[in-house]
C-alpha cells in the first residue's frame, strides 16, 4: 500500500472489554513497531517485529497485552480486560528491516478511548 | 537506561526567523537518530535521519547534527514559515535493535 495503515481510527470501550487494533504496513516492509502515546506523554515503545518473530516484548505494559503478526504483514494488537489507563493513542510504523535502521514510516495511529 | 530530552518544551516565532531545536540523549551507544514532527490528532512524519556514523543531514529547509559522544542532536529550521507549526520529536534507537526511546518533543508555533 502507499502508507501504513491502522484500524480502527477511534475505538470507545467499556472497561473490562477486549479489544483488538489492526496494523497494515508499507509493502515490503519487514519490520513492524508498536507505540503508546498517552495524553500528554511521549511515545511509549511497546514491541516490534521482525518478519514473523517479535524478539522483545519487554515493552509491552502488562499481560494484558499482546500482539502478534503473521504472514509478515499485517500486526494485530490485543489488550485484553482494558483500563481506563489503557486510554491512548496507539500508533504503528514499519520499515524496512530493523538491522538496517531505516527510517520509519508511522500510520495515523488508533485512539482508544476506555471508559 | 535510554533517556531522550526535548528542550524547549514550546517554542513560539515569528514567521521567518530561524530556530534550533534540541534533543539530548544519556546513552550514546545509538544506531541512529531520527526527527519526526507531529500534526495535532495525526500520526508522525519522518523528518530526518542520521546513522550513527554520520554528523548531519540536511532536507530543504531543514538541517539535523549529530553528536554521539556528548549526546547532543539538533534540528535546525531556515526561514520558518506558519505551517511549520506543529510537535517535533526526536528518537533514538539503541543498541538494543528495533527498541526506540522518543522526546516528549517541542511544540513550535510560528505566527504570521
Known amino acids: 500500500g502507499a502508507g501504513v495503515s491502522q484500524s480502527p481510527s477511534n475505538k470507545v470501550t467499556e472497561k473490562g472489554k477486549d479489544v483488538e487494533l489492526r496494523c497494515d504496513p508499507i509493502?515490503?516492509?519487514?519490520?513492524l513497531y508498536w507505540y503508546r502515546q498517552s495524553l500528554g506523554q511521549g511515545l511509549e515503545f511497546l514491541i516490534y517485529f521482525q518478519g514473523n518473530s517479535a524478539p522483545d516484548k519487554s515493552g509491552l505494559p502488562s499481560d494484558r497485552f499482546s500482539a502478534e503478526r503473521t504472514g509478515g504483514s499485517v500486526s494485530t494488537l490485543t489488550i485484553q480486560r482494558t483500563q481506563q489507563e489503557d486510554s491512548a493513542v496507539y500508533l504503528c510504523?514499519?520499515?524496512?528491516?530493523?538491522?538496517?535502521?531505516?527510517?520509519?514510516?508511522f500510520g495515523p495511529g488508533t485512539r482508544l478511548l476506555v471508559l | 537506561k535510554q533517556e531522550v530530552t526535548q528542550i524547549p518544551a514550546a517554542l513560539s516565532v515569528p514567521e521567518g526567523e530561524n530556530l534550533v531545536l534540541n534533543c539530548s540523549f544519556t546513552d550514546s551507544a545509538i544506531y541512529n537518530l531520527q526527527w519526526f514532527r507531529q500534526d495535532p490528532g495525526k500520526g508522525l512524519t519522518s523528518l530526518l535521519l542520521i546513522q550513527s556514523s554520520q554528523r548531519e543531514q540536511t532536507s530543504g529547509r531543514l538541517n539535523a547534527s549529530l553528536d554521539k559522544s556528548s549526546g547532543r542532536s539538533t534540528l535546525y529550521i531556515a526561514a520558518s514559515q506558519p505551517g511549520d507549526s506543529a510537535t517535533y520529536l526526536c528518537?533514538?534507537?539503541?543498541?538494543?535493535?528495533?527498541?526506540?526511546?522518543f522526546g516528549d518533543g517541542t511544540t513550535l508555533t510560528v505566527k504570521p
Open positions: 528518537a533514538v534507537i539503541t543498541s538494543n535493535a528495533g527498541k526506540s526511546t
Open positions: 510504523a514499519s520499515s524496512l528491516e530493523v538491522w538496517r535502521q531505516e527510517t520509519q514510516y
Open positions: 509493502s515490503g516492509h519487514t519490520a
